[in-house]
Nanobody, 121 residues
Framework: QVQLVESGGGLVQAGGSLRLSCAAS????????MGWYRQAPGKQRELVAR???????NFADSVKGRFTISRDNARNTVYLQMNSLKPEDTAVYYC???????????????WGQGTQVTVSS
């Protein structure tokens, strides 16, 4: 059974930094794209950053230049380094991974439980 376990959220002042981690575990054959989404109260879930298995990245315009994404393929883990945080970055951040499981015939999308990031002004 595949699980995505997130860590690293919390409360930080504007201008501060946080690092989120997400580890995928279970009977995983291969991890394709991995990424982070966020959802603020009253808003739709939106893509924050995404990274392919070969390291190609893309970011939401609102976080370009402030956030970086990286991954450890050997550990099926993805990281989100968030710098120069702003109050508008406050949201629940969800890890997403497209994974090929041992008994699966194709890739499937999996989600973490979410971690709260709160940026105070």
């Amino acid at each position: 059974q595949v699980q995505l376990v997130e860590s690293g959220g919390g409360l930080v002042q504007a201008g501060g930094s946080l690092r989120l981690s997400c580890a995928a575990s279970g009977s995983i054959v291969r991890a394709a794209a991995m990424g982070w989404y966020r959802q603020a109260p009253g808003k739709q879930r939106e893509l924050v950053a995404r990274i392919t298995s070969s390291g190609i990245t893309n970011f939401a315009d609102s976080v370009k230049g402030r956030f970086t994404i990286s991954r450890d393929n050997a550990r099926n883990t993805v990281y989100l380094q968030m710098n120069s945080l702003k109050p508008e970055d406050t949201a629940v951040y969800y890890c997403n991974a497209r994974l090929l499981e041992v008994r699966s015939s194709g890739y499937m999308d999996y989600w973490g439980q979410g971690t709260q990031v709160t940026v105070s002004s």
